[in-house]
């Protein structure tokens, strides 16, 4: 049985819980608590092989941390950058690119730029947005 959007992102839920400190959201949050980690399904593109044998789908992860000390949070969002370490979520994801056997494979593709966020509330964030492929 295929696997589906809500098995994926639970997949990349328990990867990215092994990152500490991290507070990871599989719904859009109205008020996301920081340090955070937010997955958002962007595209599905469909017979990526023949006969039904896969889909591919485009995630999302969004990492937003507080700026409350400018140095500590961009310390925090290029721990999470790096291709390897404990703080790496590229390496976090692809310890088991199963997601526990809820996928064929998985990479994490692409990390964006680090941006800055001001929230409704005047709270203003530092974050970074991954690209991750799933075969399913």
Same mark, same amino acid.
């Given at each position: 049985?295929?696997?589906?959007? +809500?098995?994926?992102?639970? #997949?990349?839920?328990?990867?990215?819980?092994?990152?500490?400190?991290?507070?990871?959201?599989?719904?859009?949050?109205?008020?996301?608590?920081?340090?955070?980690?937010?997955?958002?399904?962007?595209?599905?593109?469909?017979?990526?092989?023949?006969?039904?044998?896969?889909?591919?789908?485009?995630?999302?992860?969004?990492?937003? +941390? #507080?700026?409350?000390?400018?140095?500590?949070?961009?310390?925090?969002? %290029?721990?999470?950058?790096? *291709?390897?370490?404990?703080?790496?979520?590229?390496?976090?994801? %692809?310890?088991?690119?199963?997601?526990? #056997?809820?996928?064929?494979?998985?990479?994490?593709?692409?990390? #964006? *730029?680090?941006?800055?966020?001001?929230? +409704?509330? *005047?709270?203003?964030?530092?974050?970074?947005?991954?690209?991750?492929?799933?075969?399913?």
């Amino acid at each position: 049985m295929p696997a589906t959007i +809500s098995d994926l992102r639970i #997949g990349i839920s328990d990867a990215l819980n092994t990152l500490l400190g991290i507070r990871v959201y599989n719904d859009l949050p109205d008020t996301p608590i920081t340090p955070c980690a937010i997955t958002e399904l962007k595209r599905v593109s469909y017979d990526t092989t023949f006969a039904r044998g896969a889909d591919e789908f485009q995630f999302a992860i969004q990492v937003l +941390s #507080g700026r409350a000390d400018d140095r500590t949070a961009q310390t925090r969002i %290029e721990s999470y950058i790096a *291709g390897s370490g404990t703080g790496s979520l590229k390496e976090a994801l %692809e310890a088991d690119p199963t997601l526990d #056997g809820a996928c064929m494979t998985l990479r994490v593709i692409e990390a #964006g *730029g680090l941006q800055s966020y001001d929230r +409704s509330d *005047g709270m203003s964030l530092l974050g970074v947005e991954f690209q991750v492929l799933i075969y399913a």
